[in-house]
């Protein structure tokens, strides 16, 4: 197991490529944007994002950004191993990676960084999901349907209304989103609108702009939203976020 720690500043993009090893992709502060050819993950904190080994992909960031990151054996976490997913970190995982963290790699004819690999591995093949990715359709009508709502996620129009501008029948995008998004078409605007509100957040904006962005009518609409999907409000959210760590 092999580690990275590195501190990027806002809007700091890392262009498409990939590793031959999984990586645990963790930011102690800050919010990342992961996507790939199959969607977008966007990981706020006291999240993870899991990357499986050979997978194309690009992050950007909002808000000044503390990356952590494992890379690890194919085949060591089995659960996780087949697509990237958002996961859950907890307090004991948090500190296995950033514990990890302070060395460039981890060897097994070293005792206690193999006791310290297996601990990791033992928590990721139990670790919680969370859903926050956005899968993107293929078919080239439900395409511009998704590029139409994700330009601007404010945007009041209805459903309807977006899909005869990208030349379809909403019946028609709903098969197609259910089909190829696991996700109806409402939803998924949602879940846009989610993601995009934790990028404003991070990169600093005020309630209202990020409200008026995500396409909620007032703050205390877009609060209520924001509520039921993390548990609390965006302000202890953020202010939850970790600093830099620590050295142990």
Not at 26 to 40: I, K, W
Not at 62 to 88: A, D, E, F, W
Request: include cysteine; hydrophobic fraction near 40%; charged fraction near 25%.
């Amino acid at each position: 197991m092999t580690t990275l720690s590195h501190e990027f500043g806002e809007g700091h993009h890392i262009p498409e490529h990939l590793h031959q090893e999984d990586q645990l992709v963790y930011a102690s502060r800050g919010v990342m944007t992961v996507r790939t050819g199959a969607g977008m993950w966007v990981v706020p904190p006291q999240r993870a994002v899991w990357i499986p080994a050979r997978t194309i992909h690009s992050v950007v960031m909002s808000g000044p950004v503390s990356m952590r990151t494992l890379y690890i054996k194919p085949g060591l976490v089995r659960r996780l191993s087949t697509r990237c997913r958002v996961v859950h970190v907890s307090e004991l995982l948090r500190e296995l990676v950033l514990h990890a963290c302070r060395f460039k790699a981890l060897r097994r004819r070293n005792s206690a960084q193999a006791h310290l690999i297996d601990v990791i591995c033992d928590q990721l093949e139990t670790v919680e999901t969370s859903p926050l990715q956005l899968r993107s359709p293929t078919d080239a009508r439900a395409a511009r349907v998704a590029e139409l709502l994700s330009q601007d996620p404010g945007d009041q129009r209805t459903l309807d209304e977006a899909c005869r501008a990208a030349g379809a029948s909403k019946r028609t995008i709903e098969r197609i989103f259910r089909r190829e998004t696991a996700m109806t078409l409402g939803a998924w605007r949602h879940q846009m609108r989610l993601l995009r509100s934790l990028q404003l957040l991070a990169a600093g904006e005020k309630i209202t702009h990020v409200a008026m962005e995500s396409g909620y009518s007032t703050p205390s609409a877009f609060i209520t939203m924001f509520k039921k999907a993390f548990g609390t409000t965006p302000g202890v959210y953020f202010a939850a976020d970790d600093p830099p760590p620590r050295r142990l």
